[in-house]
């Protein structure tokens, strides 16, 4: 009984002042270890629904409205199929069994099936910038840039749910807290994040980040710490990460990276963070324990590193090179650059599949 009630103090402390372990966004996986919201991400976990998929690198190439297929074991391109126009990310459902490609400007999602590689039909959905999924996959909620709207919609027919107008422009990326019942969002061209609400699906609060030059702040992919009480804002402007405590909206410190720093990713074991500097051609590593940058990969003669993910096993990490069209292969146990690989004109958002984890909030592939 001490362990018990010992445990649903520590949860208490990593949610938002006034919320309980109780209070728990209903239908939610029961987080199965309060110090470690990702505990499912572990090396080769991989849940029985993706167990017998092939691993494969999903590439979205903007401005060639294409999607290139990469073998990760022997780095050959498998396929390359067309998409609607301008394609910006490829996202895992909730499900695990769905890859959704965001055909932007296009205005369709295109599935992908994992189990084959191929895309099926597209469904038209405007302007779908960005696609996450509510933990406890009632909905997908697409990320409408240009519309200046988060849009709740069925997870699998992607029907209207309801339509939340923003108070911000450049609506882009988010993360959960550890709890489920809230989420935080980066409005990348007025330098603010939102406050989200999600079983009432309702903007609670706005805050600007702090600006540090002349130009105004420029947030981009949103990460909360394995332990629930940090979320991190990369930011392209500051050249660097906003820590922000889960129960202090608002509240910033500035982890200077590298120029433009961009996407974020949490290795197999909970204890750093990856953090893409696409103006420098590198990337940074982020000890969570003390918030210190203990290393810094850089990509001989430079480059631009954008969105991508983490191997299942853990030992490779792949990311777009957004302006120099090729992909970019890491090696995460020796900490050193392997290799690139040509694709089509401006890739962005790679999703590489099957991971571990039981569900998926989306984007490039966040699982718990």
């Known amino acids: 009984m001490k362990k018990v009630l010992i445990a649903l103090a520590l949860m208490a402390t990593l949610l938002p002042t006034g919320a309980q372990a109780s209070s728990a966004l209903p239908g939610m996986p029961p987080v199965t270890n309060p110090k470690d919201i990702y505990a499912a991400d572990r090396p080769n976990n991989l849940s029985p629904v993706v167990a017998n998929f092939p691993e494969r690198v999903y590439v979205p190439n903007h401005t060639s409205n294409t999607v290139t297929e990469i073998n990760p074991k022997t780095f050959k391109i498998i396929r390359t199929f067309k998409v609607p126009k301008g394609p910006q990310h490829v ?11 965001n055909d932007n400007a296009g205005n369709y999602l295109t599935p992908i099936d994992p189990k084959t590689g191929l895309p099926g039909k597209s469904i038209y959905v405007h302007d779908p910038y960005n696609l996450y999924f509510t933990p406890n996959g009632k909905y997908a909620v697409v990320m409408a840039e240009a519309d200046k709207q988060m849009v709740f919609r069925d997870p699998h027919t992607m029907a209207i749910k309801k339509v939340v107008s923003v108070p911000c422009a450049g609506l882009n990326h988010a993360d959960w807290s550890a709890d489920g019942t809230f989420f935080v969002v980066s409005c990348e061209f007025s330098g603010e994040v939102l406050l989200v609400d999600t079983a009432k699906m309702k903007v609670l609060k706005t805050a600007k980040l702090p600006h540090t030059y002349t130009s105004i702040p420029m947030p981009q992919d949103v990460k909360i710490s394995p332990d629930g009480s940090t979320f991190y804002i990369a930011d392209m402007a500051s050249n660097g990460i906003w820590a922000m405590p889960a129960n202090k909206f608002g509240a910033f410190t500035l982890i200077k990276t590298g120029i433009e720093a961009h996407g974020m990713y949490v290795s197999r074991d909970s204890k750093t963070m ?13 000890r969570f324990s003390d918030n210190k940058l203990i290393a810094k990969w850089k990509i001989p003669g430079g480059g631009s590193p954008d969105m991508g993910g983490i191997s299942a096993d853990g030992t490779q990490f792949w990311v777009s090179g957004r302006y120099d069209n090729v992909v970019y292969v890491f090696d995460t146990v020796h ?9 089509g004109k401006e ?22």
Do not use: C, M
């Open 91 to 101: 996202v895992p459902s909730w499900d695990l069994k769905t890859l959704w490609v």
């Open 274 to 286: 990856l953090i893409t500097n696409r103006g420098e051609g590198s990337v940074s590593v982020l």
């Open 335 to 343: 900490g050193k650059f392997l290799r690139k690989i040509k694709v």
């Open 347 to 368: 890739p962005h958002g790679l999703a590489i599949y099957p991971q571990p984890g039981r569900y998926s909030l989306g984007h490039t592939g966040v699982f718990r």
